[in-house]
């Protein structure tokens, strides 16, 4: 059963930073492309970033380039969000994804496994 597990939510204010960190099973990071996604309030859930299972390169969305950086650690079997110059409109459930073999940004409901979210908000 493959679990992943958010953690590092919680309230920041504006321009401030937050991290958030997805447990998964061992295993996983080496088969599966991990991606971070978010569900603002009224909103459908969108793309944020994702980290290719090769390493081979990483991709965001254009609201988070230069400021979301991902990652991952093999050794803890954790995949990480480091959110800097964080925006009111960057509130929202962040969901950590993975794809099997995945080369791209794959259809959001074609994702093998889902997160249960964790809240990022953001105060003006």
């Known amino acids: 059963q493959v679990q992943l597990v958010e953690s590092g939510g919680g309230l920041a204010q504006a321009g401030g930073s937050l991290r958030l960190s997805c447990a998964v099973s061992?295993?996983?990071?080496?088969?599966?492309?991990m991606g971070w996604f978010r569900q603002a309030p009224g909103r459908e859930r969108e793309f944020v970033a994702l980290i290719i299972w090769s390493g081979s390169r990483e991709d965001y969305s254009d609201s988070v380039r230069g400021r979301f950086s991902i990652s991952r650690d093999y050794a803890k079997n954790t995949v990480y969000l480091q959110m800097d110059s964080l925006k009111p409109e960057d509130t929202a459930v962040y969901y950590c994804?993975?794809?099997?073999?995945?080369?791209?940004?794959?259809?959001?409901?074609?994702?093998?496994?889902w997160g249960k979210g964790t809240l990022v908000t953001v105060s003006s």
């Open positions: 994804a993975a794809r099997r073999f995945a080369d791209m940004l794959w259809d959001i409901d074609d994702t093998d496994y």
């Open positions: 061992e295993g996983i990071l080496s088969s599966y492309t």
